[in-house]
C-alpha cells in the first residue's frame, strides 16, 4: 500500500513537532507554520520545521570591530537576535571570548 504523500510529516505533527507550510503556485512564498495542517497536496507544500543551525564562532575582523566599539561600549544598546546569523556568532564568539578571559585572569 502506497504512503500519503506527506506521511512522514504528518507523523511528526501527531507527535508533537512543527509543521510549515507554503503555497505550491507562488514561488516567492515563504516557509510559514500551520498550527493545524489540512494535507492538501494539490496546493500546498509541508515540512517538519527545521531545527536551528548550530553555530560555530569564529574571531574575524569584522567581529572584533563589532565587539569591541558596540558592545563592550554600550551594551545596553545591544539587542540581540538570534535570527540574525552575523549577531549570533558574534554573540557567541564574545561570550567565549570573554569567558576565557576570566578564567586566566
Excluded at 15 to 34: P, R, T
Excluded at 55 to 63: G, I, S, T, V
Amino acid at each position: 500500500m502506497k504512503q500519503h504523500k506527506w506521511h512522514k510529516e504528518i507523523k511528526a505533527w501527531a507527535e508533537g513537532k512543527k509543521i510549515e507550510a507554503k503555497w505550491l503556485s507562488d514561488e516567492n512564498e515563504e516557509w510559514q507554520y500551520v498550527e493545524t495542517p489540512i494535507w492538501d497536496a494539490t496546493h500546498w507544500e509541508y515540512r517538519i520545521k527545521p531545527q536551528p543551525k548550530e553555530m560555530k564562532p569564529e574571531l574575524n575582523e569584522e567581529f572584533t570591530w563589532w565587539y569591541e566599539r558596540v558592545f563592550l561600549q554600550s551594551p545596553s544598546m545591544c539587542e540581540l537576535k538570534y535570527d540574525d546569523e552575523k549577531m549570533w556568532q558574534a554573540w557567541k564568539a564574545g561570550y567565549f571570548l570573554a569567558k576565557k578571559e576570566i578564567n586566566n585572569a
